[in-house]
């Protein structure tokens, strides 16, 4: 069998079970898709150097070994979380946060906080009034962070369409 027909034979039989270990190792489709392709292409220039009969294990092999370079490299992006994501960019623009609070006195702000239903309104006003992080927040109540999270976020929502009505 020749190299280029051998190399297509090798695709078409292996092209799902390469793809899927580069995807769940990488868990970004778009990443898995070009190292599976890295991946036969490595296997294509080194076909003469194998033998044929592991070549399953041969293509999981460098498969593999390409997931773990992508991890290692320092080319990958690293996704800041969304505490990060806010702390990195705060000397930015303006959040909206702060637009929204040089637009209105703290006693509105009191005043709109206090206007939601629990457990919304105290940490709004913990966070808005008082300055705490929603770590503080979350260890002042004794609740986990992620339901910190989640409740500030829909606080921040009800805020937001309450203003928006205001405002009219």
Same mark, same amino acid.
């Given at each position: 069998?020749?190299?280029?027909?051998?190399?297509?034979?090798?695709?078409?039989?292996? #092209?799902?079970?390469?793809?899927?270990?580069?995807?769940?190792?990488? /868990?970004?489709? &778009? $990443?898995? @898709?070009?190292?599976? #392709? $890295?991946?036969?292409?490595?296997?294509?220039?080194?076909?003469?150097? &194998?033998?044929?009969?592991? @070549?399953?294990?041969?293509?999981?092999?460098?498969?593999?070994?390409?997931?773990? %370079?992508?991890?290692?490299?320092? *080319? /990958?992006?690293?996704?800041?979380?969304?505490?990060?994501?806010?702390? #990195?960019?705060?000397?930015? %623009?303006?959040?909206? $946060? $702060?637009? &929204?609070?040089? *637009?209105?006195?703290?006693?509105?702000?009191?005043?709109?906080?206090?206007?939601?239903? +629990?457990?919304?309104?105290?940490?709004?006003? @913990?966070? &808005?009034?008082?300055?705490?992080?929603?770590?503080?927040?979350?260890?002042?109540?004794?609740? +986990?962070?992620?339901?910190?999270?989640?409740?500030?976020?829909?606080?921040?929502?009800?805020?937001?369409?309450?203003?928006? @009505?205001?405002?009219?």
């Amino acid at each position: 069998m020749q190299n280029h027909t051998y190399i297509e034979y090798l695709i078409s039989t292996y #092209q799902r079970l390469i793809y899927s270990i580069c995807l769940k190792t990488t /868990r970004d489709a &778009f $990443e898995a @898709e070009d190292l599976a #392709q $890295e991946t036969f292409i490595s296997a294509y220039k080194n076909l003469d150097t &194998f033998d044929k009969t592991y @070549e399953k294990a041969w293509l999981c092999k460098i498969a593999t070994n390409k997931c773990l %370079d992508y991890l290692k490299s320092t *080319k /990958r992006r690293v996704v800041a979380t969304p505490d990060e994501f806010f702390t #990195q960019n705060a000397a930015l %623009d303006p959040s909206p $946060e $702060e637009l &929204f609070l040089s *637009k209105v006195s703290q006693n509105d702000i009191f005043k709109l906080c206090n206007n939601l239903s +629990p457990p919304y309104n105290e940490i709004s006003i @913990e966070y &808005f009034i008082n300055g705490l992080s929603l770590t503080e927040i979350s260890i002042k109540y004794n609740r +986990p962070y992620k339901t910190t999270q989640t409740q500030f976020y829909r606080a921040r929502s009800q805020l937001k369409k309450i203003y928006k @009505e205001v405002d009219k």
